[in-house]
Structures are given as structure tokens and as C-alpha cells.
């Protein structure tokens, strides 16, 4: 029989036994169980459904990194310049809003990465490289309009309409030649060169960033041993600009085999990994740098066989265990699919595969998803790139936290096909707008939630899924705008109509803000802008990012939720103990 809303608190324990999420509303259980509640729908309810929603706030479930969500930048983008962009003050601003996070500079292109020790490799050869039209950019800029930053000594610029829309033009040109390289399979090396390299460092140090760097793992000595002689050469000039970087070896090692025809297994990669790590140590500055990998795929049977033989030699030289997912083929998607909640459940399977396999070798050791996105062969315009491709990014950033995974990386924060945050005019898109609000309200600690209410029942033959996911977690201590203690919720509507969910036991009659994230203008689901509360997003007229405002509620009101819609809710002044300290 279903509870009225002057219930006691108590009484919601016992109306779902069983129904203690870590941090999803799901209408199944941890191992699996896909079946809809046993509750009778009562006469003259039709297709609604009423939820209470009551959370533990004495301990947390899971704590995770500062850092959690975090971004990566593909090597690509040495080759359609946009690297030298990096400084730019816009850039800068939008990458500092999701700080503080790590930047992972890595990609397919990774092994095919060079570095070399010169400032100026066109200067030196006496003509014009690739980039003829900003050659003298370096130049230019350092004698125009570059602007220091006194606080942190920063080089930030504001770049002329003119250069920028030449770069666009150059941009265009080598995406093509991107794209052809991706699907033949056939890659071309890349040099690195140190000014690229202090560029990257600048971008990353003014924005709050940890660049983790990945090192070429393709270089190979006649014995399938790894050649560290270009890393050393990388490693020493680093060291003598003291920069701050954690470092990597290698991208998805199972797909060497279709790179360049030539495998490596677990137990040589982990010796390789042992090799850097020994390297390390001999570079005073990075004796103590940390440490991550093997970045794998997708954990099929042979790429599990991999990591087995990796973690059996390396695992305890790594700091965090890697592997990276992609929910969707870019080249197929359609919008539809980022409202199919099979499509959202298949990262649980994943994780715990990677779990199994890293709690045999190395109880306790982090585990983090690098790379991960909403569709792989760089995404699709219009779609990985919209309001859409939201609901699996927030699902996705849920799940990991709820299942203790530490750290996840999203690719990309810049460039890099239709996966990005930030489009070619330095605009953001609807996921950097989830990200920030999920930066300035989410805090490390993971809550359980208790949800209980009317479910209606499946018809012959059919299963109802969840498409109504609730995770909770103590509000950031970074945000002051609330007091430590409170609690924020973040939702999941992937109903065509609204739901009602009833604060019950400690959240009850509580005073509650909202922010409600919806498709701005006539493309729906396809839209790239978005509307917080009603109000279009964008960056302010003088380049800062704009005061992120919520819709206060009556206390005790129940929340509405409308339909296909992200929303974040902070419950204020729950006192949780859970949430008063570190």
C-alpha cells in the first residue's frame, strides 16, 4: 500500500527492503536482477509514478579524487595547430573553470610522438615549415598583445579574429588527413618539439591542470624491448624546466598489432613499464612522479589477457590502473541511442571485469577510465557534440563514482572529431556546461541513497528499465556558497514525462536549490546550447565564465521532474555528518 507523504521516516525502510543503492536509483539489484518491483499499482493511477527519496548521510560509500573528472588533449593537435593556441585567454578561462583536474595528453597518436630538443625547427632549417601562415607566431604574439598573468606568470593572449580564423581554415584541411590516417590505419609520426612542449606546460600550469604525459610506447629495440632513448631526451629537458608531470607509456597497447603490425604482450609491457620507472628514478625532479597505466581498451578476452600479464609484472610500479571505453560507433549513432538505457548500463559489466582482475594482483589499487566518451572514431557533428550525448556523460560519471572507480578522463576537452567540450570558436558545449556544474557542486564523497514508490508493471515478455537514475553525494566543500553538511543530488529523466520524487526521512523539509539543465532553442535533443533554470548559457561578454544561479524551492516541496532533463539539486542544511569534514 503506498506511503502518503506524512510518513515517518522510519516507515520507508520497510517499504524497500533491498533497495539501498550506493548511489543509482534502479529498479534491479547489484548482481543484476532486472525485475520490476512487486507493488500493485492502486486504481486510478495511470503511467505515474511517485518516489520517495531518502539518502544515508552518516558515512560515505565511497571517497574519490579531487580530481575525478578530469580531460584529455589528443596529439592531433600538434598537427592541425591548434597547440599553438593553448594561451589563448578564453581557452584558459574555460579550462580553469573545471580545475582542479588532471590533462591528460594522450591519444592513438601517442606512439607515433616525437620529441626533439629545438626551439624552432623551421627557423633552424632556413624556410618556412608546415605552419607558413603563423610561422612567426612565437614572435608576434610574445611582441603584441600577450598579457601576464602576475599572480602565477602565465603567458595568456588574446588572439586577432584574423589569426584564429586562419587557423580554422588549417584546421579544416587537416581533419581530412586526420581522418584518412584513422581509417586506413596508417599513421604518420608527429614531432614534439620543447617550445610545443612548454606551450602545452604553460596551458595546463595557468589552468590548474596536472599534465600527465604519455610517452611513446612503439619505439622498439630489435628484441621487442622498449627503446627509452627519445623518452630520456624528453624526460631531461622537463626536468630542467622543473615542470610538474606525472607520466604515462603508451595508448591502448592491444591495438599495436593493427598499428604497426607488431604486438606486445602483458609481461613485456610491464617489464617496459619497470624500465620507465627505473628511469624515473635516476631524474631527480621525477624520483617521485607518479606513475599510470597500461591504458587499455575494452576489456575482451584477449585485451583481460594483456592486463593479467601486465599487472602479474607492473602492478605494483603503476599508481592507478587504466583502460579506456566508448559507448557507441560514431559512424552509426543516431540521437535515440543516448536515451537507451542498455546503451548506459554496458560500462558496469566493464568495470567490473577491470576490478576482478586489479583486486587479484593488487587489493586496493585506484582504478581509473582514461579516455572514455560518448562514441568512438572521433564522434559525430550534431550528435556526440549535443544535449543528447549529456545523459551518458552524467550516467557515466554516476556509475564510476558509485563503483569507486577514482578517476575519469574525458576526451576531449579541445578539437579532436565531435567528442570535445569546447568547439573551433572556443564556444562550450552542452557537456562542458554539465561538467562545470558538476565541478562546482559535486564533492569526493559517494552517499547511498534508499529510494521506495509505484511502479507499473511490464507487460508479457517485457522488462522496465530504469530510465530514472538519482546519485547522491555531499555538496563540494570548494562551493561557498553552502555550508558543509548539505548534500547534493543529481538526476536522470530519460522519461517522455515528468516524475515526482518526495523527500522523505533526513532530506525531509528541507530547503532545496535547483538547477535545472534543458535544450536551448528549436533543435531539442540535437541543440548544442543549453538553458540553466530557463536562462541560455554562455561566457560573458568580457570572457569569464557566467554565475551559475539556482531556482530556490519551498522547503518540503516536492521536486518535479521534467522530461528528457539533467538536474542537479543541493539540499541545504541536512547537517550530514558524513559531509561535515575531509
Same mark, same amino acid.
Given at each position: 500500500?503506498?506511503?502518503?507523504?506524512?510518513?515517518?521516516?522510519?516507515?520507508?525502510?520497510?517499504?524497500?527492503?533491498?533497495?539501498?543503492?550506493?548511489?543509482?536509483?534502479?529498479?534491479?539489484?547489484?548482481?543484476?536482477?532486472?525485475?520490476?518491483?512487486?507493488?500493485?499499482?492502486?486504481?486510478?493511477?495511470?503511467?505515474?509514478?511517485?518516489?520517495?527519496?531518502?539518502?544515508?548521510?552518516?558515512?560515505?560509500?565511497?571517497?574519490?579524487?579531487?580530481?575525478?573528472?578530469?580531460?584529455?588533449?589528443?596529439?592531433?593537435?600538434?598537427?592541425?595547430?591548434?597547440?599553438?593556441?593553448?594561451?589563448?585567454?578564453?581557452?584558459?578561462?574555460?579550462?580553469?573553470?573545471?580545475?582542479?583536474?588532471?590533462?591528460?595528453?594522450?591519444?592513438?597518436?601517442?606512439?607515433?610522438?616525437?620529441?626533439?630538443?629545438?626551439?624552432?625547427?623551421?627557423?633552424?632549417?632556413?624556410?618556412?615549415?608546415?605552419?607558413?601562415?603563423?610561422?612567426?607566431?612565437?614572435?608576434?604574439?610574445?611582441?603584441?598583445?600577450?598579457?601576464?598573468?602576475?599572480?602565477?606568470?602565465?603567458?595568456?593572449?588574446?588572439?586577432p579574429d584574423i589569426m584564429l580564423e586562419l587557423q580554422r581554415e588549417k584546421a579544416a584541411q587537416m581533419h581530412l588527413v586526420l581522418l584518412k590516417e584513422q581509417f586506413?590505419?596508417?599513421?604518420?609520426?608527429?614531432?614534439?618539439?620543447?617550445?610545443?612542449?612548454?606551450?602545452?606546460?604553460?596551458?595546463?600550469?595557468?589552468?590548474?591542470?596536472?599534465?600527465?604525459?604519455?610517452?611513446?610506447?612503439?619505439?622498439?629495440?630489435?628484441?621487442?624491448?622498449?627503446?627509452?632513448?627519445?623518452?630520456?631526451?624528453?624526460?631531461?629537458?622537463?626536468?630542467?624546466?622543473?615542470?610538474?608531470?606525472?607520466?604515462?607509456?603508451?595508448?591502448?597497447?592491444?591495438?599495436?598489432?593493427?598499428?604497426?603490425?607488431?604486438?606486445?604482450?602483458?609481461?613485456?609491457?610491464?617489464?617496459?613499464?619497470?624500465?620507465?620507472?627505473?628511469?624515473?628514478?635516476?631524474?631527480?625532479?621525477?624520483?617521485?612522479?607518479?606513475?599510470?597505466?597500461?591504458?587499455?581498451?575494452?576489456?575482451?578476452?584477449?585485451?583481460?589477457?594483456?592486463?593479467?600479464?601486465?599487472?602479474?609484472?607492473?602492478?605494483?610500479?603503476?599508481?592507478?590502473?587504466?583502460?579506456?571505453?566508448y559507448y557507441i560507433d560514431g559512424r552509426v549513432a543516431k540521437v535515440t541511442d543516448f536515451l537507451k538505457t542498455r546503451l548506459l548500463d554496458t560500462l558496469s559489466d566493464?568495470?567490473?571485469?577491470?576490478?576482478?582482475?586489479?583486486?587479484?594482483?593488487?587489493?586496493?589499487?585506484?582504478?581509473?577510465?582514461?579516455?572514455?566518451?560518448?562514441?568512438?572514431?572521433?564522434?559525430?557533428?550534431?550528435?556526440?557534440?549535443?544535449?543528447?550525448?549529456?545523459?551518458?556523460?552524467?550516467?557515466?560519471?554516476?556509475?564510476l563514482a558509485s563503483q569507486g572507480i577514482d578517476v575519469v578522463v574525458r576526451q576531449s576537452f579541445l578539437d579532436h572529431g565531435h567528442n570535445h567540450l569546447v568547439d573551433?570558436?572556443?564556444?562550450?558545449?552542452?557537456?562542458?556546461?554539465?561538467?562545470?556544474?558538476?565541478?562546482?557542486?559535486?564533492?569526493?564523497?559517494?552517499?547511498?541513497?534508499?529510494?521506495?514508490?509505484?511502479?507499473?508493471?511490464?507487460?508479457?515478455?517485457?522488462?522496465?528499465?530504469?530510465?530514472?537514475?538519482?546519485?547522491?553525494?555531499?555538496?563540494?566543500?570548494?562551493?561557498?556558497?553552502?555550508? =558543509?553538511?548539505?548534500? /547534493? &543530488?543529481? *538526476?536522470?529523466? %530519460?522519461?517522455? $514525462?515528468?516524475?515526482?520524487? +518526495?523527500?522523505?526521512?533526513? @532530506?525531509?523539509?528541507?530547503?532545496?536549490?535547483?538547477?535545472?539543465?534543458?535544450?536551448?532553442?528549436?533543435?531539442?535533443?540535437?541543440?548544442?546550447?543549453?538553458?540553466?533554470?530557463?536562462?541560455?548559457?554562455?561566457?560573458?561578454?568580457?570572457?569569464?565564465?557566467?554565475?551559475?544561479?539556482?531556482?530556490?524551492? =519551498?522547503?518540503?516541496? /516536492? &521536486?518535479? *521532474?521534467?522530461? %528528457?532533463?539533467? $538536474?542537479?539539486?543541493?539540499? +541545504?542544511?541536512?547537517?550530514? @555528518?558524513?559531509?561535515?569534514?575531509?
Amino acid at each position: 500500500m503506498p506511503c502518503p507523504s506524512s510518513c515517518p521516516p522510519g516507515l520507508l525502510a520497510l517499504m524497500a527492503p533491498g533497495l539501498a543503492l550506493m548511489a543509482t536509483f534502479s529498479l534491479s539489484s547489484q548482481d543484476g536482477d532486472r525485475r520490476a518491483l512487486p507493488v500493485e499499482k492502486p486504481p486510478g493511477v495511470k503511467g505515474r509514478t511517485l518516489i520517495l527519496l531518502d539518502v544515508n548521510t552518516k558515512s560515505p560509500v565511497r571517497i574519490i579524487s579531487e580530481n575525478f573528472l578530469s580531460l584529455q588533449l589528443d596529439p592531433s593537435i600538434i598537427h592541425d595547430g591548434w597547440l599553438d593556441f593553448l594561451s589563448s585567454r578564453r581557452l584558459v578561462t574555460l579550462a580553469r573553470g573545471l580545475a582542479p583536474a588532471f590533462l591528460r595528453f594522450a591519444g592513438k597518436r601517442t606512439d607515433f610522438l616525437q620529441f626533439h630538443n629545438v626551439k624552432n625547427p623551421a627557423k633552424t632549417r632556413g624556410g618556412p615549415g608546415p605552419d607558413y601562415y603563423l610561422k612567426n607566431y612565437e614572435d608576434d604574439i610574445v611582441r603584441s598583445d600577450i598579457a601576464l598573468d602576475k599572480q602565477k606568470g602565465c603567458k595568456i593572449a588574446q588572439h586577432p579574429d584574423i589569426m584564429l580564423e586562419l587557423q580554422r581554415e588549417k584546421a579544416a584541411q587537416m581533419h581530412l588527413v586526420l581522418l584518412k590516417e584513422q581509417f586506413s590505419n596508417t599513421y604518420s609520426n608527429l614531432t614534439l618539439t620543447a617550445r610545443s612542449l612548454d606551450k602545452l606546460y604553460n596551458f595546463a600550469d595557468c589552468s590548474g591542470l596536472h599534465l600527465i604525459f604519455a610517452l611513446n610506447a612503439l619505439r622498439r629495440n630489435p628484441n621487442n624491448s622498449w627503446n627509452s632513448s627519445n623518452a630520456l631526451s624528453l624526460l631531461k629537458y622537463s626536468a630542467s624546466k622543473k615542470y610538474n608531470i606525472s607520466w604515462e607509456l603508451g595508448n591502448e597497447p592491444n591495438n599495436y598489432r593493427t598499428l604497426i603490425g607488431r604486438s606486445v604482450n602483458g609481461s613485456q609491457l610491464g617489464k617496459d613499464y619497470i624500465q620507465l620507472r627505473s628511469l624515473l628514478q635516476l631524474i631527480r625532479t621525477y624520483s617521485r612522479a607518479n606513475l599510470y597505466g597500461p591504458n587499455i581498451g575494452r576489456p575482451r578476452k584477449n585485451v583481460i589477457a594483456l592486463l593479467e600479464g601486465f599487472m602479474k609484472v607492473a602492478g605494483s610500479t603503476v599508481d592507478a590502473v587504466t583502460w579506456q571505453h566508448y559507448y557507441i560507433d560514431g559512424r552509426v549513432a543516431k540521437v535515440t541511442d543516448f536515451l537507451k538505457t542498455r546503451l548506459l548500463d554496458t560500462l558496469s559489466d566493464q568495470i567490473r571485469k577491470i576490478q576482478k582482475v586489479v583486486n587479484t594482483y593488487t587489493p586496493g589499487k585506484k582504478i581509473w577510465l582514461e579516455g572514455v566518451g560518448a562514441t568512438s572514431a572521433g564522434g559525430m557533428n550534431n550528435l556526440s557534440d549535443s544535449y543528447a550525448a549529456g545523459f551518458l556523460w552524467l550516467n557515466t560519471l554516476g556509475l564510476l563514482a558509485s563503483q569507486g572507480i577514482d578517476v575519469v578522463v574525458r576526451q576531449s576537452f579541445l578539437d579532436h572529431g565531435h567528442n570535445h567540450l569546447v568547439d573551433q570558436n572556443f564556444n562550450p558545449l552542452p557537456d562542458y556546461w554539465l561538467s562545470l556544474l558538476y565541478k562546482r557542486l559535486i564533492g569526493p564523497k559517494v552517499l547511498a541513497i534508499h529510494v521506495a514508490g509505484l511502479q507499473r508493471k511490464p507487460r508479457p515478455g517485457r522488462v522496465i528499465r530504469d530510465k530514472l537514475r538519482i546519485y547522491a553525494h555531499c555538496t563540494s566543500y570548494h562551493n561557498h556558497n553552502y555550508v =558543509r553538511g548539505s548534500i /547534493t &543530488l543529481y *538526476i536522470i529523466n %530519460l522519461h517522455r $514525462s515528468r516524475k515526482k520524487i +518526495k523527500l522523505a526521512g533526513t @532530506l525531509r523539509d528541507k530547503m532545496v536549490h535547483q538547477y535545472l539543465l534543458q535544450p536551448y532553442g528549436k533543435d531539442g535533443l540535437h541543440s548544442k546550447s543549453v538553458q540553466l533554470n530557463g536562462q541560455p548559457l554562455a561566457m560573458v561578454d568580457d570572457g569569464t565564465l557566467p554565475e551559475l544561479k539556482p531556482r530556490p524551492l =519551498r522547503a518540503g516541496r /516536492t &521536486l518535479v *521532474i521534467p522530461p %528528457l532533463t539533467m $538536474s542537479f539539486y543541493v539540499v +541545504k542544511n541536512v547537517n550530514a @555528518l558524513a559531509c561535515r569534514y575531509r
